[in-house]
Nanobody, 124 residues
């Protein structure tokens, strides 16, 4: 089992920047990929970005490409999401996710572990 906990959410003005972090604990040696999804009320959780753990190869949703950057620290078992030029439509609960198989591309479609989420609110 892998446990995930997010941090770094908050209230930010449009155009600002924010950095989210997710720490993994438990069987971290088994992690194959980690990433981020987000969800707004009444909508399905949507893919944001993922990273293949040992290669560092990254995947991004078209809607965030160029503004979001995902990175990972293998030693600390953490994944980060840096967000620039925040927009009101980025307002959502951001969830950290991980798999112990496959790669970042697989994680887009199938997720084994989830964190509790962190709220990001962007004011206009």
């Amino acid at each position: 089992q892998v446990q995930l906990v997010e941090s770094g959410g908050g209230l930010v003005k449009a155009g600002g920047s924010l950095s989210l972090s997710c720490g993994a604990s438990g069987h971290t040696a088994k992690i194959a990929a980690m990433g981020w999804f987000r969800q707004v009320p009444g909508a399905e959780r949507e893919f944001v970005a993922t990273v293949t753990w040992y290669t560092g190869y990254t995947y991004y949703a078209d809607s965030v490409e160029g503004r979001f950057t995902i990175s990972r620290n293998i030693r600390n078992s953490t994944v980060h999401l840096s967000i620039d030029n925040l927009k009101p439509e980025d307002t959502a609960v951001y969830y950290c996710t991980a798999n112990d198989y496959g790669d970042g591309s697989d994680l887009k479609n199938d997720q084994a572990y989830w964190g509790p989420g962190t709220q990001v609110t962007v004011s206009s």
